[in-house]
């Protein structure tokens, strides 16, 4: 997603843009991101909670203990944990991403304050912190120019905890003082095992943040390897349905035991400078299509096969409820014919239900054929193009 034009103001509506909601807390400075955020349409999908715990006593009660200092890097990341804990609480459905966002600022005053006037921010996501410190200087020395200044540094960071675009095109010349860093957990699709996030985007620049703008399609894979024919129905997704197209790779299979942490990073890897990954921990179309409603499924036919599978929903009736659901959800499956046992097989080959009237759609075999398969590859049958 790209951070647009506007300055502030194109950042919020990115923001909100995101299937990604916050929760925030604003301890000393900074607090004029919250009408910044809240008075431009689409504020309540994104904000969840917001906190201004002014005084010490506040402070230390919205953590449950006095911070050892007020304003530092360590109660900044200890504010964001507490209010992505919060976040998760008020979300209600677990399909929405959160992140946590939490800022302590001392800023410019008419008294006499002991250290430099600064800001610490830092954004939680339940396994990536991001943090960002400012040591203000001039022009930014009196105290309209550093709540200014404080505002946007917010906005920027959450802007780049939920994927709007790389802190370097979000900070730009007004931001430039601002020092960053980020720190990952051991294990960072942990999230996933035990529900905290249900949907992580990575980006072709490397970036992986918690949800992000829903694709308007998907194409499902395990990508062991990814192929030219992966390739194909990515571009024949995106002449039909226009930017963003990203692939989608679940960590968690029907048929096969979860994908490790370190197997599922290294098949993200390989489209690192080709396109967006979404991974999930969604095993089946209808658990997908909750995460992300509205998107199309650019698919093959083998696949398209499964989705009207009674096995896969636990019966006849189930697989009719999940499908009039699937279009309740706006969702549709875009089918590539497929070569299967020296036969090419084709939506029309496949005895659709009633119910999956008007979900699915077929790509022409002049226009495409998938012809290709990640097994094959792996036997050496066939060379990747």
């Known amino acids: 997603m790209s951070a647009g034009g506007g300055g502030v103001t194109g950042l919020v509506h990115c923001i909100h843009a995101s299937r990604t909601a916050a929760a925030l807390v604003l301890a000393g400075g900074g607090t004029g991101a919250i009408p910044l955020l809240l008075r431009r349409p689409g504020g ?7 906190a201004v715990p002014y005084g010490p006593a506040a402070v230390a009660d919205y953590l449950g203990e006095a911070p050892a200092q007020a304003c530092s890097a360590e109660t900044a990341e200890s504010l964001a944990r507490r209010a992505f804990q919060r976040a998760c609480q008020f979300r209600g459905d677990g399909s929405v991403p959160v992140v946590g966002l939490g800022a302590t600022a001392a800023l410019a005053t008419d008294r006499v304050r002991r250290g430099e006037d600064r800001l610490h921010a830092a954004a939680f996501d339940g396994s990536r912190t991001i943090a960002v410190e400012w040591w203000f200087q001039p022009p930014h020395s009196n105290r309209q ?14 802007a780049d905890a939920v994927g709007v675009a790389p ?19 051991d294990d960072e699709l942990a999230v996933f095992q035990d529900g905290t996030q249900s949907w992580v985007t990575a980006y072709p620049d ?19 390897p990814w192929h030219a024919a992966h ?4 571009e024949a997704a995106r002449r039909r349905f226009g930017d963003p197209v990203a692939y989608e790779l679940s960590i968690t299979n029907v048929d096969k035991p979860p994908l490790p942490t370190g197997e599922a990073l290294r098949r993200a890897a390989q489209f690192r400078g080709r396109a967006g990954l979404v991974l999930t921990a969604a095993p089946t179309f209808i658990e997908k299509a909750r995460l992300m409603p509205g998107a199309a499924f650019v698919i093959g036919a083998d696949t398209a096969r499964r989705v009207v599978a009674p096995v896969y929903y636990g019966g006849v009736e189930a697989m009719h409820r999940a499908l009039r659901e699937l279009r309740c959800l706006g969702s549709k499956f875009v089918v590539a014919g ?14 659709l239900p009633p119910e999956a009237a008007g979900l699915f759609e077929a790509i022409p075999a002049a226009e495409l054929r ?4 990640s097994t094959e590859l ?3 049958r066939t060379a990747p193009g």
């Open 338 to 351: 497929r070569l299967e046992d020296g036969r090419f097989l084709q939506l029309r080959d496949l005895p």
């Open 167 to 185: 802190w370097r095109e979000l900070a730009g010349s007004r931001l430039a003082d601002a020092g960053r860093r980020v720190e990952v957990e």
């Open 370 to 373: 998938v012809d290709v398969s």
């Open 44 to 50: 309540s999908r994104t904000v969840l909670d917001v």
């Open 206 to 224: 490397g970036r992986r943040r918690p949800g992000g703008q829903i694709p308007t399609a998907l194409v499902p894979g395990s990508f062991n």
């Open 378 to 380: 792996r036997r050496g």
């Open 145 to 158: 120019a550093q709540e200014a200044a404080t505002e946007r540094a917010i906005v920027a960071l959450l």
């Open 231 to 234: 390739q194909a129905l990515w």
